[in-house]
């Protein structure tokens, strides 16, 4: 037995203290902004790293990535920055508030749906059908996914014939329920596809994905954020979202990784 500040400790207790203090070491929170068109894969994603570091908790703060870099930038606590493109974490490294260059983890891909069944074989054509009264988009000023929809249809030459019909969702998950709620069409991130709630719609009945050529690749990019300096926790999810057992979930989510 041991006498320490007061407290007497027997060979058991010692053990159990010194458990205790070792199981803790690691056993921290890590705050992660995301693009809310990761969150479908994020459930996943957590599960595969929690496998080999058990103790750390992440919690995780879902919104459109301008929204997320504009809470990082007035003092939001959070430790990782995984945003829907290169520009916004770009800008934190540049304003030195994140310590790691931007480096993308994945690319996103497009895709448009309806509640209805439509004709999709006329591709993205479609939205300029006097039928096609209200598009749903996430807001291009803001998301990442918004703006690259309207990359699309400038490039499909379809800017003119569809203004006014755009109805603006603040983020790319809050796309998929105005896109099936209340517009006849709406353009969503292709990840969101694997939300259980849009199972019942089929391809190219109820959905089918944008030429990729209509858009530049959506690379979606991530950065460590200057409070989290030296925390290990922090660098082992950062390292494990660029690792190939990662790399497989997005893959399996409808993105793009090279």
Avoid: H, R
Avoid at 51 to 75: H, R
Avoid at 90 to 100: G, R, V
Avoid at 177 to 192: L, M
């Amino acid at each position: 037995m041991m006498k320490q500040s007061g407290i007497l400790f027997t060979g058991k207790k010692i053990f159990l203290v010194l458990l205790l203090l070792s199981s803790s070491v690691f056993a921290g929170q890590i705050n992660v902004a995301v693009a809310a068109n990761v969150s479908y894969a994020m459930d996943k994603l957590i599960i595969e790293f929690n496998k080999t570091n058990p103790n750390t908790k992440i919690q995780v703060t879902l919104g459109s990535s301008g929204k997320l870099v504009a809470q990082i930038k007035n003092g939001a606590p959070y430790n990782i920055f995984m945003a829907a493109n290169m520009g916004f974490p770009q800008s934190l490294y540049d304003d030195q508030i994140a310590i790691t260059k931007p480096v993308v983890y994945a690319q996103g891909a497009l895709a448009m749906i309806s509640s209805k069944e439509l004709d999709f074989s006329k591709g993205i054509d479609i939205i300029k059908e006097s039928s096609i009264e209200k598009i749903a988009i996430a807001n291009p000023k803001t998301a990442p996914y918004g703006a690259a929809t309207m990359e699309a249809i400038k490039n499909a030459g379809l800017e003119e014939v569809t203004k006014g019909k755009f109805v603006y969702a603040e983020s790319a998950s809050s796309t998929v329920n105005y896109a099936t709620t209340a517009a006849d069409i709406g353009f969503i991130p292709k990840s969101s596809l694997f939300d259980e709630n849009l199972a019942q719609y089929k391809e190219n009945k109820n959905w089918i994905s944008v030429d990729t050529k209509l858009y530049k690749a959506i690379e979606q990019g991530i950065v460590i954020i200057n409070n989290a300096k030296d925390n290990m926790e922090v660098k082992a999810f950062y390292d494990f979202i660029l690792s190939a057992k990662a790399k497989k979930i997005f893959i399996d989510y409808g993105y793009i990784v090279e």
